[in-house]
């Protein structure tokens, strides 16, 4: 058994049912596995509990296995062993990283705060445990434009690391919000003139957009909102036909939940494909779920001390997202 790679590495016997093996194994060690809506399909399938950001971090929270297994990015990871310190937070690939996340580094992003005093820092989720604990309040997309709004409208504001999403609330709210200059690189590809495209080829489908898509984009959305809102609105809506500008992986839940529409995926600027996927959040495989259980590695370790200051910032937002 080797984990130098970032995960395991060891032979898994011959003709093994994954899935039955897993599932064995959870009930065994009492995990639980809490899957993104961007994994694999069957990284979702077998998954406990399958969300966005914000509820993944509310499942974290509460829950009372003694091995949480995080199917999603690195980040998503950090944030379930800072709410849940005591327990053995494991993920299936070190490697899955995050563009937006490595878009702000945590010391560049302290230089960006102390320039700026006076000034209330609200990160998005997509960041790592040190930025988070530079933070006065996190936000996910569900809930960033409303704990944006519970400051006064005279209270400045940093806003990081997501531009696009910082310069939708801006819009929203009418604020002037300091952003940083952050992006993620799967909704930064999409192609409006493939958009345009798909809705020459699809005339009564509507589009429904994340908010850290471009604003040329988001102009061509009929519903913009987090994965979770657009699941929500693709459910809710008599249209039956939509076209999806966010990462692919949404799109197993979408069919799941409405086996009677169709559901079209955008594609990138540079794809070859009809899709844009997240090669960070496709690292996630069966096989490493399988050895990550067997094994309890890799697994996400952060300092107590770093823990106690960033979850301060995560509680917040869990306590403003209830009201």
């Known amino acids: 058994m080797n984990v130098d790679k970032g995960y395991v590495e060891a032979p898994i016997e011959p003709g093994i049912d994954l899935v039955e093996e897993i599932k064995r194994l959870k009930r065994e060690k009492n995990a639980v596995i809490l899957g993104h809506y961007y994994q694999r399909d069957e990284i979702q399938a077998i998954s406990d509990f399958v969300g966005d950001s914000l509820a993944l971090a509310q499942y974290a929270a509460k829950t009372d296995a003694d091995i949480i297994v995080s199917c999603g990015v690195n980040f998503m990871g950090e944030t379930a062993k800072i709410l849940s310190p005591d327990k053995k937070v494991l993920v299936p690939d070190l490697n899955a990283g995050c563009s937006l996340a490595d878009s702000c580094d945590p010391v560049e992003f302290k230089k960006f705060i102390d320039a700026n ?54 819009s929203l709210t009418g604020r002037n919000m300091k952003l940083w200059n952050g992006a993620c690189m799967v909704h ?128 917040r937002m869990l306590e403003l997202s209830k009201k």
């Open 117 to 170: 005093p006076g000034h209330v820092v609200i990160s998005y989720a997509n960041t790592t445990a040190e930025v988070k604990a530079l933070t006065d309040v996190i936000v996910t997309s569900s809930n960033a434009t409303r704990i944006v709004e519970s400051f006064p409208k005279d209270q400045p504001i940093i806003f990081g690391p997501d531009r696009n999403l910082g310069n939708y609330i801006n």
């Open 188 to 315: 930064e590809k999409f192609s409006v003139a493939k958009l345009v495209g798909l809705k020459k080829q699809y005339p009564q489908a509507e589009v429904l957009a994340h908010p850290e898509c471009k604003k040329n984009l988001l102009i061509l959305a009929d519903k913009i909102g987090s994965t979770k809102a657009l699941l929500d609105y693709a459910i809710a809506s008599p249209c039956k036909q939509f076209i999806v500008v966010t990462e692919s992986g949404i799109l197993y839940e979408m069919r799941r939940a409405c086996p009677d529409k169709e559901f079209i995926p955008a594609p990138a600027d540079d794809s070859t494909c009809a899709c844009n996927e997240c090669a960070y959040m496709r690292l996630n495989t069966l096989e490493k779920l399988y050895l990550c259980l067997k094994y309890e590695q890799p697994e996400i370790k952060i300092s107590r001390e770093l823990c106690e200051r960033a979850v301060r910032p995560i509680n």
